[in-house]
C-alpha cells in the first residue's frame, strides 16, 4: 500500500465514515458458485454520498500489461491519500473475446478493491465452500427380521440370567452378544441365547 506522508485527517474522516456505514445489499447472484454479491454500481452509489460526506472520495484506475490491475485511491479533501493495486489474469477459457475478459476482470478488482479500501462487505461468507452439497449421515440398514428374533431372544434370556448370575458374567454376555448383533450374525446370537437359557435353568441335583 502507498499513501501521502500524513493520513492524519484520511484516518480521522475514514472511521467516521466506517461508524455509520453499512453493508451494501447483495442483490446479484453468482451463476458459477452460486452465492449472492452487491454488484458495483450499487456499491459506488451507495457509498459516494456517505464519502462525501466526510470529505472522501475514491477513484479507481485501470493498470497493467500481462495482468490487468485495478489501483484504488481513497484521497481526503486536505491532500491525504492512500492507494493499492491488485491485478489478475484473464481467464481465456470462457470463450469471451480480449475486451470481453478484460471488462470481466476490471469490474470484479473494482468491485473487490473498493470494498477492502472501505472496509465494507457485499459477500455472502461462503468459507471455500460455495455449492457444496451438505453432506447427509449415512442411514443404517434396517436389521434382518431373524437378527431382530435372535436379538429380541438374547435379551429375554440375559434378563433371567442377570436375577441370579454375577455382575461379571452378564457383562461377559452382554458383549458376546453386541459383538454378534454388530456382525449380523442371527445364528451366533440365537446361540448365545440358547446358551443363557440352559444356564439359567436350575441344576438337577446328583447323588
Given at each position: 500500500?502507498?499513501?501521502?506522508e ?7 474522516a ?20 452460486k452465492?449472492?454479491?452487491a ?16 470529505g ?29 493495486t491488485?491485478?489478475?489474469t ?67 434370556a ?9 455382575d461379571e ?39
Open positions: 500500500m502507498e499513501h501521502s500524513s493520513i492524519a485527517n484520511l484516518a480521522t475514514l472511521a467516521a465514515y466506517q461508524a455509520t456505514a453499512s453493508n451494501p445489499a447483495n442483490t446479484a447472484k453468482n451463476p458459477f458458485l452465492n449472492k454479491y454488484p458495483l454500481n450499487a456499491i459506488l452509489a451507495e457509498v459516494r454520498p456517505e464519502l462525501a460526506k466526510h472522501l472520495s475514491l477513484s479507481q484506475l485501470v493498470t497493467g500489461v500481462d495482468k490487468i490491475g485495478v489501483t484504488s485511491m481513497l484521497m481526503h479533501s486536505s491532500g491525504e491519500w492512500i492507494a493499492d491488485v491485478a489478475l484473464p481467464d481465456t477459457s470462457k470463450g469471451l473475446s480480449t475486451a470481453q475478459n478484460a471488462g470481466v476482470v476490471i469490474t470484479y478488482l473494482r468491485r473487490y478493491a473498493v470494498q477492502a479500501i472501505l472496509g465494507i462487505s457485499g459477500e455472502d461468507d461462503t468459507d471455500g465452500h460455495a455449492d457444496k452439497p451438505v453432506d447427509k449421515p449415512a442411514e443404517k440398514p434396517a436389521p434382518m427380521p431373524e437378527l431382530t428374533q435372535a436379538s429380541a431372544a438374547f435379551k429375554a440375559l434378563d433371567d440370567v442377570a436375577k441370579v448370575a454375577p458374567a452378564v457383562a461377559g454376555w452382554r458383549k458376546r452378544g453386541a459383538d454378534a448383533y454388530k456382525s449380523g450374525d442371527h445364528l451366533r446370537l440365537q446361540e448365545l441365547a440358547d446358551e443363557l437359557r440352559d444356564s439359567a435353568k436350575p441344576q438337577e441335583d446328583i447323588y
